[in-house]
């Protein structure tokens, strides 16, 4: 099934706002950052404490190994994601803060549950799945199919209206080709149903060709 970017950027930032007014920290995190760092779900996922923090404090980027190309790919963290990390890091766990934020080997976003050995792991990309949903009908976003690519696609969607650089967000994403990019977030439909509105106003007496 197709996955839906979030749109509307008024949307996004009524879902931050209601997933840290809820107290539902790591929710807020993981949504924020993931849309920003724009990485796959399972290299998101993945992340520990130690990716986002060094002795002395938040990194300026930091660097994986993707999981789907093995290639590496530096990550830099913006300032709002800088600001949102380090209130989630900070903030007691009794409030919605990292309940183990001075351990670097913890995942960055922690599941309730534990491994069978009794250590801390990552929330599942079924439960991913679940937080993005729920949090974009909450806003009112029903019709689109939100999950775990919503927040690549979001990112991706984004920039290209910025810019219309379809290059720079082909090699963000790491794509093989810029029609694949083209076709992961929708713009080529996208592209399909502005022609198909502006066809209509001029059939309507609307608009000249």
């Not at 993945?46 to 002795?55: F, P, Q």
């Not at 530096?74 to 183990?100: K, Q, W």
């Not at 792991?121 to 029903?142: F, K, N, S, W, Y």
Request: charged share 25%; proline share 3%; hydrophobic share 35%.
């Amino acid at each position: 099934m197709r996955t839906d970017p979030i749109r509307d950027a008024a949307k996004i930032q009524e879902i931050k706002t209601n997933l840290r007014e809820d107290g539902r920290l790591r929710d807020w995190v993981v949504f924020s950052c993931g849309i920003s760092w724009a990485l796959r779900v399972g290299d998101l996922l993945s992340l520990t404490v130690g990716d986002v923090m060094n002795g002395v404090g938040l990194r300026e980027s930091f660097v994986i190994r993707q999981q789907k190309t093995g290639q590496t790919v530096r990550v830099d963290i913006t300032n709002s994601c800088r600001d949102t990390l380090a209130f989630y890091l900070t903030e007691r766990p009794s409030l919605g803060g990292h309940p183990m934020a001075n351990d670097h080997s913890a995942p960055l976003f922690p599941s309730r549950k534990r491994n069978a050995g009794g250590s801390p792991r990552p929330i599942t990309r079924q439960q991913l799945a679940r937080i993005i949903r729920d949090a974009c009908h909450e806003v009112g976003l029903m019709d689109g199919n939100y999950s775990t690519h919503t927040l690549r696609k979001t990112w991706g969607y984004h920039a290209y209206k910025l810019e219309k650089d379809i290059g720079g967000v082909q090699h963000k994403l790491g794509h093989q080709s810029q029609a694949a990019t083209l076709k992961y977030l929708g713009l080529d439909e996208d592209h399909v149903r502005d022609l198909s509105e502006q066809v209509d106003a001029v059939l309507n007496g609307e608009g000249v060709v």
